[in-house]
């Protein structure tokens, strides 16, 4: 691949819109490409920013989002809009190239979940957002993705379950909640460890690390459980020790059914 055609890519790169071999040229083609790279790198460094921005923000703090919204307008770079926050964080783990994401920890899972994460944590999921009971999590997910989900037990303490909807990563349909950890907004997402295969380089960090293991980049953290044929993935700003606790007592808790 060379400049012209990495230019062209670029919108969908940051927005993580290219196919894995596209990618994967991108990413090699950054590693040997200075003026390339220093491009990519001025864009992440405003992503970044405003990512920083997005993430204290309460959800629903429309006012905070237009005014970024118009940061960005200004500055000439339409581009990015709404889409600036997911972008931002997928593209914390993409920017540096295979070398980069084996540093830092972050596997192809990880990633999913910050984009995801990043994307809902702007939007609602009911009016208003109120705590719900683990009963009204899988009654509101039941019949909406090929598999149930229920919670064995007294609910898990510090681990509050506010909204719930099915989603995917990817092609893998995943039972996606909205927890409160501490006061803290986190995105839980719950998936069969068959999905897994969908996810090679996370299946090797298991493979390498244990069934429990976190990792991060930046201010998000994601913290990763499985047990049981279960796999669990809470992604926030909390600490990465914090979100791999949270995953490591929700995927004891939690069952997942075909
Ligand atoms: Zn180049």
Same mark, same amino acid.
């Given at each position: ?41 001025? #864009?992440?460094?405003? #992503? ?9 923000? #309460? ?34 783990? $993409? ?32 009016? !208003? @957002? ?15 993705? !090929? ?47 068959? $999905?897994?295969?969908?996810?090679? @380089? ?52 939690? #069952?997942?059914?075909?």
């Amino acid at each position: 691949m060379n400049c012209g055609e990495v230019l062209r890519h670029l919108g969908p790169y940051l927005d993580s819109e290219c196919d894995r071999e596209v990618t994967l040229a991108i990413a090699e083609h950054l590693e040997r490409c200075g003026p390339c790279a220093e491009r990519l790198a001025r #864009e992440k460094d405003l #992503e970044d920013r405003l990512a920083g921005h997005l993430g204290a923000c #309460e959800p629903g703090d429309d006012l905070l989002w237009r005014r970024l919204e118009g940061a960005v307008t200004r500055s000439g770079r339409r581009r990015l809009l709404w889409r600036g926050a997911a972008a931002a964080v997928v593209l914390a783990f $993409a920017v540096g190239g295979a070398s980069l994401l084996l540093r830092s920890g972050a596997s192809d899972l990880v990633r999913a979940a910050c984009a995801d994460h990043a994307k809902l944590s702007r939007e609602k999921f009911s009016e !208003p @957002e109120e705590p719900l009971s683990w009963e009204a999590v899988s009654a509101s997910l039941a019949g909406r993705i !090929p598999f149930a989900v229920s919670i064995k037990g007294p609910s898990p303490e510090g681990i509050t379950p506010v909204g719930a909807r099915p989603c995917a990563f990817g092609d893998e349909p995943v039972a996606f909640l909205r927890c409160c950890l501490g006061g803290e907004p986190v995105s839980v997402a719950i998936l069969p460890e068959a $999905a897994l295969g969908s996810f090679p @380089e996370a299946a090797g960090e298991f493979a390498r690390k244990g069934d429990a293991f976190s990792c991060g980049r930046g201010d998000l953290h994601v913290g990763l459980a499985r047990r049981g044929g279960t796999l669990v993935c809470v992604t926030g700003l909390p600490s990465g020790e914090a979100l791999r606790e949270a995953a490591r007592i929700l995927a004891e808790r939690v #069952e997942v059914s075909r």
